[in-house]
């Protein structure tokens, strides 16, 4: 099974790639609309926080994810993509599942913007370093030739230019960007949602192949890295609320930009990749409203660390 999966590429039109660049692109506009340097600052003034979520987020979560590769031992394609996943930074649904979740909202957003902004080195450098220590996966690697370079030019060309514009919008137009931005989060959503519904519609036969192998791998993945979060800010002796958002922080990962690197040149559309960044762009959005749900029904005050 793993040697036809691995060697399977996804059916996708060089337009459908291009769409793909400029829904992420839009998207990641729209996560920058609410990004304000005084959001960096906060990681500065108050370091501690900001820096463990970072910590679980940036250097721990691709670690949990080798680990986990080597106890599961999937197919080498889909170990790449639980790596790819584990090295993405932090998804544009994480500040709102933390306000709902009662959390810290101002720690979520720091983070978020530190995550994203070290993507454009972390990324990369993270999964081509721990992906190497999983041989079935690196053998993989080597046969369809990565460059990491190419990985940090698509990175600058879908998740930092369209951060730069968003964020120098929102500080020249603070006026327009109060208007656009609920309409903007909304139309982001749909688009991804319409864009992951159309890429698994056109490859509806390899996904009915193949789902059962991958429909438990996600989840266990996602939980760890939830609880990762989670039980790394209750070590380091955080309130709840700060909890709840490093949690959500690490478990609600940037699969957008997974699937954009995984149909560009540098993947071709890598059969197993692709499953495991799709279908946790659909997970993790349940589990995250699930836990989150569950969060706001209880007072994070009650749950502070002493």
């Known amino acids: 099974m793993c040697e036809t999966l691995d060697a399977v590429r996804l059916n996708f039109s060089p337009e459908g790639i291009l769409l793909l660049s400029f829904v992420l692109f839009f998207i990641m506009f729209g996560v920058a609309l ?171 036969s390899f996904v009915l192949n193949y789902f059962q192998y991958v429909w438990w791998l996600v989840p266990v993945h996602n939980l760890c890295a939830l609880a990762q979060g989670y039980f790394l800010s209750m070590a380091t002796r955080l309130k709840e609320a700060d909890r709840r958002a490093i949690s959500i922080e690490t478990g609600i990962q940037n699969s957008g930009l997974a699937l954009a690197l995984i149909f560009s040149p540098i993947f071709n559309g890598l059969g197993g990749m692709a499953m495991i960044a799709a279908f946790w762009g659909i997970w993790h959005i349940i589990s995250g409203f699930i836990l989150a749900t569950i969060w706001a029904r209880f007072d994070p005050a009650k749950y502070e660390a002493a």
């Open 34 to 204: 609410e990004v304000k340097l005084s959001d960096f600052a906060e990681i500065l003034r108050d370091p501690r926080r900001p820096l463990i979520g970072l910590l679980s987020q940036v250097v721990l979560l691709p670690i949990l994810s080798l680990g986990l590769v080597w106890l599961l031992k999937p197919c080498p394609s889909m170990a790449l993509g639980m790596m790819l996943v584990g090295c993405c930074p932090g998804g544009n649904l994480s500040n709102f599942l933390t306000s709902l979740a009662k959390g810290n909202i101002a720690l979520s957003v720091s983070v978020s913007a530190g995550s994203t902004l070290l993507a454009i080195l972390t990324t990369p450098l993270n999964f081509a370093f721990w992906s190497q220590f999983y041989p079935p996966a690196a053998e993989l690697m080597q046969a369809i030739s990565i460059d990491p370079k190419d990985v940090v030019v698509t990175i600058v060309l879908i998740l930092a230019l369209p951060m730069a514009i968003g964020m120098w919008v929102a500080q020249r137009f603070p006026e327009f960007t109060a208007r656009i931005f609920r309409p903007v989060k909304i139309i982001s959503m749909l688009l991804f949602a319409g864009y992951l519904a159309a890429a698994l519609g056109a490859n509806f």
